[in-house]
């Protein structure tokens, strides 16, 4: 099965060489049918001359460059689209992750897994700026998903074609495609892979990206739960809303009735007509939701649905 290696680059000119080596020796021991596709992703340093040089000699070595800095998803997403392998192991490009893990990832592709994502259990980064807040948001991520696995944050995974190439990344979203691809009926496993601290180059994120994650973790929950139906999450808010307007109202309007107390005096009045509004607004934005979803899917022949398996249909 032909295997398509996936490296976004950005400022790594130190660390292209060496990994070329060591990839290429891994790779042709495995089996000659093989790309290696490397993304410069703007890179401010020397790195898309020493990927040009070496791509002179070696035809299995495509590269692709990127205007500007896109990030490190986008550069994943570009090399995944234009790769051809039937097995697509992206990695990272700064040597932290090790070639010689290939053939683990491949063999437990062949036990029959579609992904299998990296676990880097003795993970050589900082622990407080990068493993603690990587635990808690694995916690996090695997709680919400409901797919459990321990590294999301690992960028060396191994998907099979199909699974991966109708999937459009955005954000940080490239870790979330384990469970994406388990949502829709893949079957994900996990193996633990090596992991080496950085010894060329500087790391291109803090503290901040865990932030990113966990903003992104909301999106992806949203749209895999309500993509399809939209108005159910907006329009049951807006109903709820909507109650609660017409419960302040009828109080409001009882104690004006019974003469019980002024309701100039209470908040009822403008929490009802606010309460109100938002309701209605809420229903609004459904119904604008379940147009831009309908616009989404019809306008890309795209179905909200996953076919397995068809027999009899020529
Ligand atoms: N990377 C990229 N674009 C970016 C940031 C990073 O292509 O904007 C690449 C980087 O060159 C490396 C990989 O993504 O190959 C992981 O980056 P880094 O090592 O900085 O992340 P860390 O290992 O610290 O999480
Ligand atoms: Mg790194």
Same mark, same amino acid.
């Given at each position: 099965m032909k295997l398509s290696i996936v490296l976004p680059i950005y400022n790594e000119e130190e660390n292209i060489s060496i990994l070329y080596h060591k990839l290429t020796e891994v790779l042709q021991r495995i089996n000659d049918d093989y790309e290696i596709i490397c993304v410069n992703d703007g890179s401010r340093d020397k790195s898309w001359q020493v990927l040009k040089d070496l791509a002179t000699s070696d035809h299995k070595f495509k590269i692709l460059n990127f205007k500007n800095n896109f990030g490190q998803t986008a550069a994943m997403s570009a090399g995944i689209k234009i790769s051809q392998g039937e097995i697509i192991i992206p990695m990272d490009a &700064?040597?932290?992750?090790?070639?010689?893990?290939i053939p683990k990832f491949l063999e437990k592709i062949k036990e029959g897994y579609d992904v299998v994502s990296g676990w880097r259990k003795d993970r050589k980064d900082d622990l407080f700026s990068r493993k603690i807040p990587s635990w808690i948001a694995n916690g996090i991520i695997a709680s919400i998903t409901g797919v459990k696995i321990? &590294? +999301?944050?690992?960028?060396?995974k191994a998907y099979k074609q199909d699974i991966i190439k109708g999937v459009n990344l955005y954000?940080?979203?490239?870790?979330f495609i384990p469970a994406y691809a388990s949502w829709q009926g893949a079957k994900v496993g996990e193996i633990v892979v090596t992991h080496h601290p950085r010894i060329h180059g500087q790391t291109k +994120?803090?503290?901040s990206r865990t932030f990113k994650v966990i903003l992104d973790l909301v999106v992806v929950k949203f749209l895999s739960v309500y993509m399809n139906r939209p108005m159910h999450f907006f329009g049951g808010l807006g109903f709820v809303s909507l109650f609660l307007g017409l419960i302040t109202g009828l109080t409001a309007l009882g104690l004006r009735l019974f003469h019980?107390? +002024?309701?100039?005096?209470?908040p009822l009045p403008i929490l009802s007509a606010m309460l109100i509004i938002v309701g209605v607004q809420l229903i609004a934005m459904g119904i604008l939701a379940e147009m831009i979803m309908r616009t989404y899917y019809e306008s890309q022949n795209k179905e909200p649905y996953v076919i397995k398996d068809k027999i009899n249909f020529d």
């Open positions: &700064d040597l932290q992750n090790d070639p010689t893990d321990h &590294d +999301y944050g690992c960028s060396m954000g940080e979203m490239h870790r +994120y803090g503290i019980i107390k +002024y309701i100039v005096e209470t």
